[in-house]
């Protein structure tokens, strides 16, 4: 805290000159004063609340000394957490202040996401549904855009739709959608940052509806991107692909990796660990594991019925990874860029159904123009 002229201490039922003002508000241009540490610190779960704010005056690094790996920084202060309408049905963790899911803990990886008759139609709407809010994010891309815009997008595309924004208050998410720039490989929080003309930008939507999840991401380009980072994702897409026409009953989860590491390793590039796909339904993460990378332990065979993704997160350097102090932006370790695709697949009595693919109005693909 940095001592300034005297003002009224902020801590109520405390009248004490105070000349220390909190170092946060003096980021964002806001007037906050306490007669002494002892007094910040008792007020400080009141106060915190005055650091996000609808119109900022200014943005910051809220973590300053952090040694990040690459170019991108996050850009506080984060806008408020938005409002969903009442009569909109929600998941278990939505109301939950350690947004926790109490479905996902009492069956963990027990319970394999299947699917038949009517929840197997109802599935197949609301992934319809998240594909649509998908194609809407999409369109706001472009350089200039901050991705607290594109969250801002998403959230109203979704409840528009009377669904659920499946990463609001997940585990604590405080968004609506996961943008992930650059060497951000997943899990990235929108921001005030504004993309570049050049940036590569993952979107990832995941909404949930009449006691369903949909989950389905793509990584976009920004503008002018260079021919390295249209290489990182048109390998990425490929990937996915070649994992996706596998699919069928009989192949065994963990093959699916040894396809998209060949793949990636033949164009140079690394495929992350830390991350898979997973079951997708009735709960939002579920058995069965889909890791991306060969020589997996995932265990199970795929039988009719099963729906789950498959969602490779392919880097241009090292497969390593580590995670920001915000506890959620996963970046890569060298910097480099880092891509991702991915999609609800139905496993079919004879193949499989993607039910998060592209619709008839769609936007056009960036990558046919490569």
Partial sequence: MSAIDQHTCKTEGCDKPAALQCPTCAKLGLESYFCSQDCFRTNWNAHKAAHVVSDPKGTYNPFPKYPYTGTLRPEYPLTPRRDVPAHIPRPDYAEREDGMSMMERSYGNAQMSTVSGTDEETMRKVCILGREVLDIAARTIRPGVTTDEIDRAVHEATIERNAYPSPLNYYNFPKSVCTSVNEVICHGIPDQRKLQDGDIVNIDISLYKDGFHADLNKTYFVGAVDDASKKLVKTTRDCLQKAIDMVKPGVKYRDLGAAIEKHAKANGFSVVRTYCGHGV????HSAPNVPHYASNRAIGVMKPGHVFTIEPMINAGSYD??????????????????????????????GHEVLTRRLPTSPESQLNAI
């Fill in 321 to 350: 990874d580590q995670t920001w102090k915000d506890g959620w932006t996963a970046v890569t370790v060298d910097g480099k860029r880092s891509a991702q695709f991915e999609h609800v697949v139905l496993v079919t009595e004879d």
């Fill in 281 to 284: 339904g009735k709960m939002f």
